[in-house]
Every structure is written in C-alpha cells, then in structure tokens.
C-alpha cells in the first residue's frame, strides 16, 4: 500500500492573528503531530513575514516541532515595517511543487485569506487538494463558502482545538 505524501502551508501571521483574536493559542508541536495524523502531512511548511531578533525562540520552537520555517524575503530596508504578508510566496512554493516534481498527494492549507482562492480552486480541479483549515470562522474569506464543507474546517472547532490549543 502506497504511503500518502500529504504537505502543509501555514500562513503563520494569518494563524497567529486568527487565533490570539479568539483569545488562544495554538501549541505547535500539537498542531504538527495534529496534521501528521490527521491528514499524513510529511513535510509542514511555515511562512513567517520577516525575521526578527526577538522572535528567535518561536523559529527555534516550530523547527522543533517539525516544520520548515521559510521567511519573506524583503529589502533590508524595510524590515521590521512591511507587514509579513506571504500569500505570494505560498501559492509559488505550491506550484513549483506542483509543476517540477508533482512528488505530494495533496495539499493542506491553513489561512482564511481569500487570496488562495484561485489555486484551492485549482488543485481542486486537479485533485490535489485536501483542505483549508481557517484559524477562525471570522478569519474565512466569504469565497470559501462556495467549496463544499469537505474542504474547509475551522481551528476553533471545538474538536480540533482540543488537540492543538496551547494550555
């Protein structure tokens, strides 16, 4: 029997913003193992805005966990101003993998930012595609809505949450 290759993207500021606004916090050796069992992701990708001195525990702590830290690339200049915003960066991480070694069964994706839109419909198309895991309800763009409920789920369900919220 064939081992399912599943691969995860986070949108770590979307992740972070969605769930501190709803007062928690995701523990992510949970969420790691979490998406292991779940959906066999074995490769975990986590897209950061920039890299920052005092953030030096959390990269540590998700390299620990499991997951490939991978950071915005911005001009030296505006560091520390830009905000982190990695949606490009996602959608041509999962292309180049689509397109140059198609090595992956599907794709999960955690964000609620409807600028993944087009390339969740794609995959869909192409039958890569698994989920979209929004950080909250609130934080799901209203073009989700459209998917079937088989592609989306929310963090904050009472039943994920459980498993991964940092106590």
Same mark, same amino acid.
């Given at each position: 029997m064939?081992?399912?290759n599943?691969?995860?993207?986070i949108?770590?500021?979307?992740?972070?913003?969605?769930?501190?606004?709803?007062?928690?916090?995701v523990?992510?050796?949970?969420?790691?193992?979490?998406?292991?069992?779940?959906?066999? =992701?074995?490769?975990a990708?986590?897209f !950061?805005?920039?890299v920052? *001195? *005092?953030e030096?525990?959390?990269?540590?702590? !998700?390299q620990?966990?499991?997951f490939? =830290?991978v950071?915005k #690339?911005?001009?030296?200049?505006l560091?520390g101003?830009?905000?982190?915003? +990695?949606?490009t960066?996602i +959608?041509? #991480?999962?292309? $180049?993998?689509y397109i140059?070694?198609?090595?992956?069964? $599907?794709?999960?994706l955690?964000?609620?930012?409807g %600028?993944?839109?087009?390339i =969740? %419909?794609?995959?869909?198309?192409?039958?890569k595609? #698994?989920?979209?895991?929004?950080p909250?309800?609130?934080?799901?763009s209203?073009?989700? $809505?459209?998917?079937?409920? #088989?592609?989306?789920?929310?963090l *904050?369900?009472?039943?994920?949450?459980?498993k991964i919220e940092f106590?």
């Amino acid at each position: 029997m064939k081992k399912i290759n599943n691969i995860a993207f986070i949108d770590g500021q979307n992740l972070h913003l969605g769930t501190t606004q709803n007062k928690w916090k995701v523990n992510h050796n949970k969420l790691r193992k979490y998406l292991n069992d779940k959906y066999h =992701v074995n490769e975990a990708y986590y897209f !950061l805005g920039y890299v920052s *001195e *005092e953030e030096q525990d959390l990269y540590n702590n !998700l390299q620990k966990a499991g997951f490939i =830290v991978v950071f915005k #690339e911005h001009s030296s200049a505006l560091k520390g101003k830009k905000k982190g915003n +990695v949606d490009t960066d996602i +959608v041509f #991480e999962i292309l $180049k993998r689509y397109i140059d070694n198609n090595d992956f069964d $599907k794709i999960i994706l955690i964000s609620g930012d409807g %600028d993944y839109k087009k390339i =969740v %419909d794609y995959l869909i198309k192409k039958d890569k595609f #698994e989920k979209i895991l929004f950080p909250n309800n609130g934080f799901a763009s209203t073009l989700y $809505k459209q998917l079937g409920s #088989e592609f989306f789920d929310s963090l *904050e369900n009472p039943n994920i949450k459980s498993k991964i919220e940092f106590k």
